[in-house]
């Protein structure tokens, strides 16, 4: 069982669709990330929040926007996407950023853009 | 930028062979982490090294950081079936974390 939970498991949405993705954690941790992987690959960062603030933007373009409405949950808003951000999208946490801390990850959202 | 390189980027093995992957970062990493990935799985962290010429064993998986600690090495003695996924080793320098390419094991029963 993943102590981080992410909702939907599955999303399909057409390129001018907006849709959210959400991520719970209760573990306590502070920190809170964002990633996309496409298959066979590595996961790539996109997001980290450190105490409900963004900290880190990896140059992802602005059809993707983060929220992180309190210490427990994490947002990715979704709109006007294209093919090639089909992916699955994996939140993560840990105690704290920097590095030092385990990641937990949750089962992730498997994207898919008509 | 920050590149973490893993080798082999395949590997299908016999069970009950042994197998190792290898991990070299283009800077000094603070500590290196090393996760699972099982197919359609996500990511499951298995072991954090800090110290320069750590090593640490867990059960039948020993994990090595280098003395530079710019260099990894995870070996799995008597491979199982249950082996089978993507190994990746991740490390930050500063706040960002980057995984490393990752190895993909096949065992073959």
């Known amino acids: 069982d993943t102590e981080v939970t992410q909702t939907p498991k599955h999303l399909v949405m057409g390129m001018t669709n907006k849709k959210s993705l959400k991520c719970e954690q209760h573990?306590?941790?502070?920190?809170m990330y964002w990633y996309k992987q496409k298959a066979k690959k590595p996961p790539e960062l996109m997001f980290v929040?450190?105490?409900?603030?963004?900290?880190i933007n990896e140059s992802v373009p602005s059809r993707f926007s983060p929220e992180c409405p309190n210490s427990s949950l994490l947002n990715l808003h979704l709109h006007a996407l294209q093919p090639e951000d089909s992916a699955l999208y994996l939140c993560?946490?840990?105690?704290?950023?920097?590095?030092?801390?385990?990641?937990?990850f949750g089962d992730g959202t498997r994207l898919s853009i008509l | 930028g920050q590149q973490v390189m893993q080798i082999p980027q395949y590997q299908h093995v016999q069970e009950g062979e042994d197998f190792t992957t290898y991990c070299n970062s283009s800077t000094t990493l603070s500590n290196i982490q090393w996760y699972k990935q099982r197919p359609g799985g996500h990511p499951v962290f298995l072991i954090q090294l800090v110290k320069s010429g750590e090593v640490k064993k867990q059960k039948r998986l020993t994990f090595q950081f280098g003395e530079a600690k710019k260099n990894s090495s995870l070996h799995i003695t008597a491979t199982q079936t249950t082996d089978v996924g993507t190994y990746f080793c991740?490390?930050?320098?500063?706040?960002?974390?980057?995984f490393g390419t990752g190895t993909s094991l096949t065992v073959i029963p």
């Open positions: 929040y450190s105490y409900e603030k963004l900290s």
């Open positions: 991740a490390g930050p320098p500063g706040n960002q974390f980057y």
């Open positions: 573990m306590g941790h502070r920190a």
């Open positions: 993560a946490s840990s105690q704290s950023v920097g590095g030092r801390q385990p990641q937990h």
